[in-house]
């Protein structure tokens, strides 16, 4: 008589839900691919020549600048960069490129300047606090640091009086 051994359909099924079961938790440790700023065509940023572009020609050869200079308007830049980021982790920059473009007071184009990722900055902040040159006080001498010495002879203050009169 054959004997049925309830076990063997029970294995493979184990090995199943369990296979699927890693597949899914692997599945959320995938790198994401991010993109931000201007999409670069390298074709069109070697386009743009000092000397024989203007304002106008720029904008419409690379579109509008992901920003204009600070300081002055002759100066845009264009921004793109390319990030990874595993599962819940911050993403970090695999590839950065910048493009500054300068005019003159004209217009013209004076230069075009191409950085990359060697100039990101790492920056690291201490807990809550950014850490400062200076006296160290505390909350009371805060508040009541000051009395008396308002208008004491040497600090300007208005009881002062100068030595001018």
Do not use: W
């Not at 076990?7 to 692997?26: C, D, H, Q, S, Y």
């Amino acid at each position: 008589m054959p004997t049925h051994n309830p076990k063997l359909p029970a294995r493979p099924a184990r090995l199943i839900v369990g296979g699927l079961v890693l597949a899914l938790t692997a599945s959320g440790c995938a790198q994401l691919k991010g993109r931000q700023g201007y999409v670069v065509d390298p074709i069109l940023t070697e386009a743009v020549a000092p000397g024989v572009d203007n304002r106008e020609s720029v904008e419409k050869t690379l579109g509008r600048p992901t920003f204009v200079g600070q300081f002055s308007d002759n100066e845009y830049y264009y921004v793109s960069r390319e990030t990874r980021q595993l599962a819940f982790a911050r993403p970090r920059p695999v590839a950065q490129q910048v493009l500054r473009v300068r005019f003159d007071p004209a217009g013209n184009v004076v230069a075009v300047d191409k950085t990359g990722l060697e100039l990101v900055s790492k920056i690291s902040p201490e807990g809550d606090k950014t850490p400062t040159l200076g006296r160290h006080r505390s909350f009371f001498e805060d508040i009541f640091g000051n009395i008396g010495a308002v208008g004491a002879p040497g600090t300007g203050g208005a009881g002062g009086g100068s030595q001018g009169q």
